[in-house]
């Protein structure tokens, strides 16, 4: 039989789960009205760039951190679901033209492919061989692009962005919503798993394997489940990309800042819920672009370095876990 | 109790390299049945374990359960079919409370979906282990008894009709043992068939129906308890001529 201290706790948290999604929702929509209006008011594009490029390092420390963080397969290859994200929207650009918000998702889903296969082919991998095999799909995916001149090989390829975009004033506002979509689009997805059994399966396979897999967790198809949809939502946000700096080439698509910074934000904010890589990539992201305009492009990567030599010293459960573990010392 | 053996090996051989761990293995178990599996460290107790939940592959020989072949099935098949085991050294997963272990196998055995019955029932698990009050903490905060429950709970949770406690006694006082030998009891008396590896032999002879011993790879003994540890062969395993 039931206890009544079981039912009053379990009603209690039943109670604090129907109401999160809404709540998370609406805070989202409110904040991103606030966020639209405010940069509005200062009538700068570079405004909307810069948050545009906070907003990316969103999307992409959640994703990572859906395989990284959730399951604990440290995904070194980042890069290359961004950039077959970015040159899936080249291929579009250069045939068929559809707008971008078509090309999202068929990015997504050319990126998931990816994940799948790379799932597949390092199925039995973990650890560190499992990280050097993602990086290997990096380098192998750059020579490609390097030697393939359709997406304009190593000498890259310029892509215009369309001359009037309907219900915005300028392209730069566009690529700031759909980018603003792109990283709640994550976060929800990411949260949704953390709190449902994909997420307990996976927490549970990060701990421990054969544990997990005794507790009637199916290891292979998590991973594989985990390598698709975060491959699909770092190839998401590489998609409107070409649009945003108008001329791509190999280095900037395989940017070891992209990999660099999706990997360290999460690392920094924390990986073990969807708020860690958030909280990460604003502080990260915000310093580097307040970095970019007061000092020097050049300082990014030192930033990032430096921040995590820091936070792997004094808090390595990242700023969510520093807290937590504060609390608990105060209790 | 019924005579149909639920779990069964046989010829069951595992080798490392040329060295071979387990040697020709026959076992059965029937449904409900407490067994004793005794044997020197390294005899390959946990070997045979392993082979029967899915951690390991054997080299030769079958594993049949509820008249199913799952020799070459995944841990996972396994535990799914009913097949539950606890860790010789507990392996909670630090990164879930105390409560979400549990849900764990709830969710992906038994197939709840809803969160508020995978609270309940985890929740039920948790008391007939004695844990409800440490629902909420982190397995880091637990004791080495609770530890041993909590593995013993979360086996549990997939409603298993075979439970295999590998060592759930090793490092615990005397109290602790009889508290978790009284827990292995009750869940007996659901119908659970257990078997039990164990060191203690104390715990072994008040808990088995009947005990198996394997030395250096090989099954030696199997039979009546009190008969066993009359055997010259355990004598000599144990006390060395």
Redesign the interface.
């Known amino acids: 039989m039931t206890s009544p201290s079981i039912t009053a706790s379990g009603a209690k948290a039943r109670a604090s789960s129907s109401l999160g999604f809404p709540l998370i929702l609406l805070i989202c929509v409110v904040s991103s009205a606030v966020l639209y209006f405010g940069l509005s008011q200062l009538d700068s594009s570079y405004a909307f760039l810069a948050a545009y490029t906070v907003l990316q390092f969103v999307a992409l420390a959640t994703a990572w951190n859906i395989l990284g963080g959730y399951a604990g397969y440290v995904n070194f290859g980042v890069a290359a679901f961004f950039a077959t994200g970015v040159y899936t929207s080249v291929i579009i650009y250069k045939t068929v033209q559809w707008p971008l918000l078509v090309t999202i998702p068929v990015a997504a889903a050319a990126a998931g492919l990816l994940g799948l296969g790379m799932g597949y082919l390092t199925l039995r991998l973990r650890g560190v061989f499992f990280s050097i095999a993602t990086l290997a799909l990096a380098v192998v995916l750059n020579t490609i692009v390097v030697n393939w001149s359709f997406v304009g090989g190593s000498r890259g390829v310029y892509v215009m962005r369309p001359q009037e975009i309907i219900l915005f004033s300028s392209y730069e506002r566009y690529l700031f919503v759909v980018m603003l979509v792109l990283a709640i689009g994550s976060v929800l997805i990411a949260r949704t798993i953390e709190n449902s059994w994909l997420g307990r399966g996976l927490a549970a396979l990060k701990d421990d394997e054969m544990a997990a897999e005794c507790a009637g967790v199916p290891s292979l198809r998590m991973k594989l489940i985990a390598t698709t949809i975060s491959g699909a939502l770092l190839g998401a946000a590489g998609a409107p990309f070409p649009f945003f700096v108008t001329y791509v080439d190999p280095p900037t698509a395989f940017s070891l800042s992209i990999a660099v910074n999706a990997i360290a934000m999460p690392l920094i904010g924390g990986t073990a819920t969807w708020l860690g890589p958030v909280i990460g990539a604003l502080l990260l992201g915000t310093f580097q672009q307040i970095a970019t305009v007061t000092i020097s492009s050049a300082l990014n990567l030192l930033i990032v370095g430096v921040v995590l030599v820091i936070f792997i010293t004094v808090a390595p459960n990242g700023i969510i876990g520093f807290v937590k573990d504060l609390r608990e010392k105060r209790r | 109790m019924s005579n149909a053996p639920v779990l069964t090996s046989r010829g069951l051989t595992k080798r490392f390299g040329g060295f071979v761990a387990l040697r020709e293995i026959d076992f059965a178990l029937a449904s409900g049945e407490r067994v004793g599996l005794i044997g020197p460290n390294g005899s390959g107790k946990s070997t045979f374990v392993n082979c029967l939940?899915?951690?390991l592959q054997p080299e030769e020989g079958a594993v049949t359960f509820k008249g199913v072949d799952i020799t070459r099935m995944?841990?996972?098949?396994r535990?799914?079919l009913g097949l539950?085991?606890s860790?010789q050294i507990p392996?909670?997963?630090?990164?879930?409370t105390v409560r979400?272990n549990i849900?764990?196998?709830l969710?992906?055995?038994s197939g709840l979906?809803s969160?508020?019955e995978l609270?309940?029932r985890a929740?039920?698990t948790l008391?007939r282990v004695g844990l409800?009050a440490k629902?909420a903490s982190s397995p880091k905060n637990l004791s080495q008894v609770e530890l041993r429950k909590l593995e013993l709970g979360?086996a549990l949770a997939?409603q298993p009709e075979v439970l295999i406690a590998d060592e759930a006694m090793a490092g615990l006082s005397d109290s602790e043992v009889d508290e978790i030998l009284e827990l292995l009891m009750q869940l007996n008396t659901k119908g659970i068939g257990i078997i039990l590896i164990e060191h203690i032999m104390r715990a072994v002879m008040r808990f088995s129906q009947r005990v198996v011993v394997i030395v250096a790879g090989s099954k030696i003994a199997d039979g009546d308890p009190q008969d066993v540890m009359q055997h010259p062969e355990v004598v000599r395993a144990y006390l060395g001529q």
């Open positions: 939940t899915g951690a995944a841990a996972w098949q535990a799914r539950a085991r860790f392996r909670p997963f630090r990164g879930l979400e849900e764990v196998p969710a992906f055995v979906s969160q508020a609270e309940t929740e039920e008391e409800l629902s979360r997939a």
